[in-house]
């Protein structure tokens, strides 16, 4: 792997959670191509874009402040999916699995931002 984010495997996991959400968004009804199906595809890229352009700083400060956005990122598309099964877009096993997902790629953020914090 030629850069460092690649070993990641936070980057990993944000990864397919990206290809799910993706899979996901081509299900939704058509009246939403240009609302909820984009942004929660957008969000769920932005996920790992932010952990692969946050891994090219020169400083912890500067990585932390990516893997902030990464992680709020991560609650953008919980909220998405709130959306969604309230318009009765995805079923609840759906959802929980998703959310469940989130979850736990918000808390490998947050543990990678902390590792970050006692090095400074």
Known sequence: MAFKFESLKVWQSSLQL????????????????????SQIRRAADSIGLNIAEGSTGHTNAEQKRFLLFANRST????????????RNYINDVTFESLYKDCEL?????NAFIHSLSKVE
Request: hydrophobic residues 50%.
């Open 18 to 37: 990206g290809e799910k959400i993706n899979a996901l968004a081509d299900s939704f009804p058509g009246k939403e191509l240009y609302n909820l199906s």
């Open 75 to 86: 609650l953008e598309v919980v909220a998405c999916l709130i959306k969604a099964k309230l």
């Open 105 to 109: 790629l918000s808390k490998m953020l």
